[in-house]
């Protein structure tokens, strides 16, 4: 079910040119704010949680996940070439979870990484906040990567659906409509984090451990088997 | 063989073959009203206009600008469904803190509708075919330009009309309404300018497909979300910090426009402790729009010298 020639190339694909700068950008930017908040010593729980959940868990992983998610197959549907790989003989869904695993580790690379860093250098290990959001970020950026993976495979438009989504979907509605945020991924996270983070810091995530666990192995299961089935119905067409 | 009129030099003994005559095949001169560069510059912006909402084009292109539009729209009716219903005697939401209420929808469109104004131009390497036509560098870039902005601007002050209507409809104090609303509209018309030169800078800069789009979007939100944060961090530690979120509000496109507008149009502050920035960082507020204006003007002039032929 993996195959390191496509694992190569989906590398090579995601962290080549521009892409890669633009990915670095964000983490960079926690870090920095993390850094510039502790040197003027204004770091304490209540703003790294807020940091944390705010900036990199509301806005840093879905980003990331919506460039690495997509970029893994996007633009090679895009510009057509996806045909010289599924003409070699390798199964689709053996490339579908290739580049799944490729997503998955630049998301967590880029995300759960710098979170677990820039934790630490707000409160060190206090009440195991920075663990408790690494591990948020890591769990969101499995469940994101199929999701925006999938959409890469169902729409050419995937870039701007996962933008909505995330954009949209978890800020907007999810503040409007108070349902909307059982089913967003990142209160999935938030509810991680509730459980491993010290009983002296609440997080008000709005799904509990249980069903957010399920709902990302859903999530994740089911995007990626779907994705596999649009990939092997796959039609090339041309550019509007 | 008789010598053709129709064929001067054709056909007579002392050319080598029939393959070096010229025909005449009748081509006509062009002797109506050329209608000239004005013309074009209207055409252009006419049409890049008409396709910021996909009039013109494929029912696909229509579905993501009406979208976003009634997505726009939604709230204004409900606020004014709501409004008329209870029999308040002021709207909920003030006109001009609809635009920043929204303002993911507004970079939404902005993303999606940006490039597709300026990028395929750029993808498909059409530029040239619009210079073969009597128009010059300014002309494209200020028709795009004027495009871009008068279709945000459509798309944010449609909504305020709607409240506005609702307003008077619930018999709310005219005067008042009326003038709300003549501020919110300048508010939204600042912040078409300041938007659609943002959004087609970056999508003239970057034509891949996709890669525009994802552009404009990290353009409006990393800064305005890592601003925000950080503004917050700023406020909580009082003292110094109070004043600081008023200049940090300067760091993005979206923080940008709400501190403009707390300061000059009377809108309530969107910053951390309703903070409205200082006289001194007003000013730079209002350099800084400016600035932005005049600067992708002539960024997307110094773009299309390169692309120009």
């Given at each position: 079910m993996y195959d390191p020639t496509v694992a190569r190339l989906t590398y090579r694909a995601l962290l080549g040119r521009r892409r890669a700068a633009l990915l670095?950008?964000?983490?960079a930017l926690l870090l920095l704010i993390a850094t510039v908040v502790r040197v003027m010593d204004l770091a304490d729980q209540d703003v790294a949680v807020n940091l944390l959940s705010g900036f990199a868990l509301a806005t840093m992983v879905p980003l990331i996940g919506v460039i690495a998610g997509t970029g893994a197959i996007g633009p090679e549907i895009d510009d057509g070439?996806?045909?010289?790989?599924?003409?070699?003989?390798?199964?689709?869904?053996t490339?579908?979870?290739?580049?799944?695993?490729?997503?998955?580790?630049v998301t967590m690379a880029f995300s759960a990484l710098p979170v677990l860093l820039a934790g630490f250098i707000l409160v060190g290990g206090d009440q195991q906040i920075a663990v408790a959001f690494a591990l948020a970020a890591l769990f969101a950026s499995l469940a994101y990567s199929a999701l925006f993976l999938l959409l890469g495979t169902v729409t050419r438009h995937a870039v701007v659906f996962g933008l909505v989504y995330a954009l949209l979907w978890e800020t907007l509605i999810g503040s409007l409509m108070?349902?909307?945020r059982t089913l967003?991924?990142?209160?999935?996270?938030?509810?991680?984090?509730?459980?491993?983070?010290?009983?002296?810091?609440?997080?008000d995530a709005d799904v509990s451990l249980g069903p957010a666990a399920v709902l990302i192995a859903v999530v994740t299961v089911a995007g990626t088997w779907y994705a596999g089935q649009r990939l092997k119905v796959l039609t090339l067409a041309g550019e509007e | 063989m008789q010598a053709d009129p129709t064929h001067p030099g054709g056909g007579t003994s002392d050319t080598p073959g029939h393959a070096a005559s010229i025909h005449n095949i009748g081509y006509?001169?062009?002797?109506?009203a050329r209608l000239g560069r004005g013309y074009a510059r209207?055409?252009?912006?006419?049409?890049?206009?008409?396709?910021?909402?996909?009039?013109?084009?494929?029912?696909?292109s229509k579905v993501t600008p009406m979208l976003l539009f009634g997505i726009m729209c939604v709230p204004a009716l409900v606020v004014v469904a709501v409004a008329i219903a209870t029999g308040v005697d002021e709207l909920p939401v003030d006109y001009r803190a609809y635009a920043s209420f929204l303002a993911p929808v507004i970079g939404l469109y902005l993303a999606a509708m940006a490039p597709q104004s300026v990028s395929r131009d750029l993808r498909f390497r059409t530029v040239p075919l619009y210079f073969s036509r009597p128009i010059e560098r300014v002309d494209y870039v200020l028709a795009k330009y004027a495009a871009m902005a008068a279709a945000l601007f459509v798309f944010t002050a449609v909504?305020?009309?709607v409240l506005y209507a609702g307003a008077l409809l619930g018999e709310l104090d005219f005067a008042e309404q009326t003038r709300d609303l003549a501020l919110g509209l300048v508010s939204v018309a600042v912040l078409s300018l300041v938007y659609a030169g943002i959004g087609l800078v970056v999508a003239a800069l970057t034509p891949r497909r996709g890669f525009g789009v994802a552009a404009i979007i990290a353009v409006l939100t990393i800064p305005y979300f890592a601003v925000t944060t950080v503004q917050f961090i700023a406020s909580e530690s009082g003292g110094d910090g109070t004043a600081a979120v008023g200049w940090l509000g300067l760091a993005s496109p979206g923080t940008l426009m709400s501190g403009f507008q707390a300061k000059f149009l009377g809108a309530p502050s969107d910053f951390p402790g309703r903070v409205v920035p200082s006289d001194a960082a007003g000013l730079c507020y209002l350099l800084l729009v400016l600035a932005l204006v005049a600067g992708s003007y002539a960024v997307l002039m110094a773009r299309y010298r390169k692309a120009g032929l």
């Open positions: 670095a950008v964000l983490p070439s996806i045909v010289y790989l599924l003409s070699k003989p390798v199964k689709r869904p490339i579908i979870v290739t580049k799944l695993v490729v997503a998955v580790a108070p349902g909307a967003s991924v990142q209160q999935w996270g938030l509810a991680v984090a509730d459980e491993v983070v010290a009983s002296g810091v609440r997080l | 006509r001169s062009y002797e109506g209207r055409s252009l912006f006419a049409q890049s206009l008409r396709g910021g909402y996909g009039l013109g084009r494929s029912a696909r909504p305020l009309l």
